[in-house]
């Protein structure tokens, strides 16, 4: 019996004008038979993903950081059912970037159909007042000033440039946080994050000691108490070698609890959801993804 592939594809993704989804669904005829779908309502996202992902094998995901995320919680209930891929077509792409999939959309499918499944790791971030899984990582502090200085339209101009353009913003009313993360204290942090990939922020190693199937989750805290020690952070975080600097905190564990004065919130794979301190992330669950 022919194996059963839904391909969803986010038209509104920041590249997805390179690539037709029947060009996508076509090279994907290696795995199985193909249906795609393109929703675009995130209200009925789920229900819809749910419906269509009914007797599937695998499920591929032709879009950015913040579709995953909408695909793994629609689809909590059958992680051990199903395969899932990621080809990237958003501005950010940090887990395919983390799983090595080729940031050219064709390449990425076809290298797709030649993988292995392997494991990954589920994480679940919870707060008072919401709950939601995560498979790459979950920022807060100056990150989401960035999310929130860059709109679809910035991101579908600019691609990764939205990045720089929303750090530049961003950089003019920079917050700090006395942050507790994991009960390690961090004062003037203007930023912590939990990841279970390696990178946010379309390629930014605040993780680089992070593997996205030990069943671990890397949590990281950064201070920057003056303008001289914000650059000097800035110019570390891209490679992964913030954490030589002083204060600067790393954790890893199963569980990580994060705290902040004043509240950061945080968001999940890129998404803003209302995620507010005190946060425990937790390793909830483990998965397969196709991995080239």
């Known amino acids: 019996m022919t194996d059963r592939v839904l391909l969803i594809h986010n038209e509104s993704s920041g590249s997805s004008g390179e690539v037709t989804p029947e060009a996508l669904a076509n090279e994907l005829e290696g795995l199985g038979t193909v249906e795609v779908i393109a929703p675009i309502d995130r209200d009925s996202f789920a229900a819809v993903v749910r419906k269509a992902a009914q007797g599937a094998s695998y499920v591929v995901i032709a879009a950015g950081d913040g579709t995953v995320n909408l695909t793994v919680n629609a689809l909590s209930h059958a992680y051990d059912d199903l395969v899932f891929g990621v080809v990237p077509l958003g501005t950010g792409n940090d887990l395919s970037r ?3 999939v080729s940031d ?3 390449e990425a499918v076809r ?15 919870s707060s008072r007042a919401t709950e939601r899984y995560f498979v790459n990582a979950c920022m807060g502090g100056f990150p ?3 999310d929130e200085a860059i709109d679809d339209d910035t991101k579908s101009r600019l691609g990764p440039l939205a990045f720089y353009y929303g750090g530049a913003s961003a950089a003019r009313d920079l917050q700090r946080h006395d942050v507790a993360l994991a009960g390690r204290e961090v004062r003037d942090a203007v ?5 279970n990939g390696k990178t946010c922020g379309g390629g930014v190693q605040v993780w680089p000691e992070a593997v996205v199937s030990d069943g671990l989750l890397d949590g990281c805290a950064m201070p920057a108490p003056s303008i001289l020690s914000a650059l000097q952070l800035a110019l570390k975080v891209k490679g992964g070698k913030h954490v ?3 204060g ?16 950061m919130e945080f ?4 998404e803003i959801i209302g995620l507010k301190t005190p946060v425990t992330f937790e390793v909830a669950a483990r998965t397969r993804f196709l991995i080239p």
């Open 244 to 246: 030589e600097i002083d």
């Open 267 to 270: 968001n999940v794979d890129g």
């Open 98 to 100: 983390t799983l090595g």
């Open 248 to 263: 600067v905190v790393y954790e890893r564990a199963t569980s990580i609890r994060v705290e902040a004065s004043p509240t």
């Open 191 to 195: 930023a912590a994050g939990v990841g």
């Open 111 to 125: 290298s797709l159909v030649r993988a292995q499944p392997g494991p990954l790791d589920v994480g679940i971030a």
């Open 104 to 106: 050219d959309p064709l």
């Open 144 to 146: 989401v000033q960035v």
